[in-house]
């Protein structure tokens, strides 16, 4: 037989314990929403701190900016990727610790990883590129520092080169000749293209002057080869 008020006295027990339940997952959920916001509040806060950067020129947030544009596309005839404004972006940051701020102000203004959107928005012989101009620029810059062109950077025109080669339209073969031109552009005397040329052949085994003339028409391999004829031999 129960005590007097023991039914009682249990049940608000019970209606206790499922109060305290409630309250402790409602409390939950503010706690989880009071997180988000204040997460998120921040994340706001650093990308508009980094979006005030962006008017530096030559700084990680401008270079991450215009990494950005060039995803979404500021081409004329609309939807797509601009190849060369990426590789412009690539060419003008000058050392590997600085693309390092690039990639920490791009997460800091879009809450993105910078090397994902890059695998998402180029091929693959287009992410091998950028990543083979990246490779030649040196650790670091400091006071002082000159420019040398040496076999990292002979190495890296060969992948460059490699890889506009290697580019295919669905199934069909082709060439990326702007990224060809781009390469030629840059080497500055026909010396240091004699050195690209010897750099190809330790890289892929082949003829460097071969997969040209196979990979340009008639007419295209003049032309670009007129951008190294014109160059100072040495």
Do not use: C
């Not at 005590?3 to 027990?13: A, F, M, R």
């Not at 206790?16 to 994340?43: A, D, H």
């Not at 994902?116 to 650790?139: G, R």
């Amino acid at each position: 037989m129960y005590k007097k008020g023991t039914y009682h006295q249990q049940h608000e027990e019970e209606f206790t314990l499922k109060e305290k339940l409630q309250y402790s997952f409602m409390g939950l959920i503010v706690l989880g929403g009071s997180f988000y916001l204040g997460r998120k509040l921040i994340r706001n806060v650093k990308s508009t701190n980094e979006e005030k950067k962006t008017y530096e020129d030559g700084s990680s947030a401008t270079y991450a900016k215009q990494l950005k544009m060039a995803f979404e596309n500021d081409m004329w005839f609309g939807w797509g990727t601009d190849e060369e404004a990426i590789r412009a972006v690539m060419r003008k940051i000058p050392s590997k610790e600085v693309f390092r701020q690039v990639i920490t102000s791009y997460e800091r203004l879009y809450a993105r990883s910078l090397m994902e959107d890059m695998k998402d928005e180029l091929t693959s012989t287009e992410y091998n590129e950028m990543l083979a101009i990246l490779a030649a620029k040196p650790d670091n810059i400091r006071g002082g520092y000159k420019p040398v062109i040496g076999a990292i950077q002979y190495q890296s025109w060969a992948k460059r080169l490699k890889a506009a080669f290697d580019v295919t339209y669905g199934w069909f073969p082709g060439t990326d000749e702007d990224a060809v031109k781009a390469v030629f552009m840059e080497i500055p005397t026909q010396a240091d293209f004699n050195k690209v040329i010897a750099a190809y052949k330790i890289e892929y085994s082949r003829d460097l002057m071969s997969d040209i003339k196979s990979e340009l028409e008639i007419w295209e391999y003049a032309s670009m080869m007129k951008i190294i004829v014109e160059k100072p031999k040495v």
